[in-house]
Each structure stands twice: as C-alpha cells, then as structure tokens.
C-alpha cells in the first residue's frame, strides 16, 4: 500500500482520500505511458530510417546489375570480369575511394583508363576534374549505358553496404547475388 500524502488543510475533514489526492495516481499511468509512447518513437524512428537505407542499397544493386559494372569489375566487383571481351576493371572490394571520390569517378569516369563515364551531364553541365564544361574528354571509354545522379548515389551506397573492406567473396555473398544459385555458380565459395 501507498502512503499517498494528504494535504494538512483536508485532514480535518476525515480521513478519506482527497479528490486531488485519488486523482494522482491516475495521472502517474497517464505519465508512464507518455513516457512508453516517447520510448517507442525514438526507437522506430532509427529503423524507419535502416529500412530507408536498406531500400537504397538495394536499388543500388539493381543499378550495379543492369549497367555493365559487372562486365568489367565482376559480379562481386573483385576485378574478375563477367565479360572476357571487356576492359578488366578495378577491385572495388580493396578500393580507398570515400563516397564523394566514388560518385566522382562513377560520374564522369577516368579518360585514358577504361572507367566509362555513367552520369549523362558529366563534363558538359557539371565539371570534372577541373575541366571548364564543353564536350567529354574523346578517350573515354563508351558506356554500356547513362544513369541517373539518383542511381549513382544509391550504386555508391550499395558499394559501402555490401562490397568495399568485405575480404572474400563468401558463398552467403553469391547465393545472395544470385537469388539461390540455380545454376550452381557458387559452389566453389566457402561460407
Ligand atoms: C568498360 C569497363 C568498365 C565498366 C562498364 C565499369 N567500370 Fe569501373 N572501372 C573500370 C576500370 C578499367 C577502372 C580502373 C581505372 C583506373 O585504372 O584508374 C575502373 C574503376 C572504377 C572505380 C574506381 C576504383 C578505385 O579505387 O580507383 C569505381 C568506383 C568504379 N570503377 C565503379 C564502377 C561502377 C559502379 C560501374 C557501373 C555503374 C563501373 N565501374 C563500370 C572499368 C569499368
């Protein structure tokens, strides 16, 4: 039992409960489930935004498929190329590139060296490389095809999530890639 404190005054009156005093604890529920209710919002609200980041990361692998990356830097951006006729690419997975030097490079590629330029406005509506605006650079090697500053975003995003400092390739990794392996791609994995 709780000892509620009762205001001298009312005392005299008896010694029932004054409504004030029968009201409080009520009001300490009502307090306690503010307080749940506060608790809940400041832990939804961080995984509102994982889910955010995890719909970007996986947009950017859809980006990383269907743009040719792979032709050049292999399925699991290693440098082991999907395509034998393309230009081998560089291992991403080892890469000291931050976010901002990835979407540089995505966007307007590297002239002489076999990066395509991805970003359609790269050189002509946004700088590159200090150059002034005007055509691209002729020794850039052709894309497989143009994305969105959105769709390179999101491909950068998919890189920090899921490939660049990841060692290995690990089975998990390509059963993953591969949506269950039909064709048996990863046997040669370890776990
Ligand atoms: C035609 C082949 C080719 C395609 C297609 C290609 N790359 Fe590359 N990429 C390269 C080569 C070659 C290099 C290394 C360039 C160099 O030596 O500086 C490179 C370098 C990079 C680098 C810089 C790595 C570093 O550490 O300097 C990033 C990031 C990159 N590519 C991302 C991508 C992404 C993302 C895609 C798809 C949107 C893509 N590449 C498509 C050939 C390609």
Known sequence: MIAWPRRSGRAAAGN???MAAAARPRLHIETACVVIVLLFASFARPNAALGQDEAKVNS?????????????HGPFADGNRADDDAP???????????????RQTISCG??????????????????????PLGDPPD??????TKISPDQIDAV???LQARIIGRGDITKRECLAYYEGDPSGLC????Q
């Open 16 to 18: 029932f409960p004054t």
């Open 60 to 72: 950017g692998l859809e980006v990383w498929r269907s743009s040719g990356c792979a032709d050049c």
């Open 88 to 102: 081998m690419g560089a291992n991403l997975r080892a890469t000291k590139l931050d976010a901002a030097a990835l």
């Open 110 to 131: 590297r002239p002489g060296a076999d990066m395509p330029s991805f970003d359609e406005g790269a050189y002509v509506t946004h700088a590159c490389a200090g150059r």
């Open 139 to 144: 020794n850039l090697y052709p894309a497989p």
């Open 156 to 158: 950068v995003a998919y």
């Open 187 to 190: 046997e040669d994995y370890k």
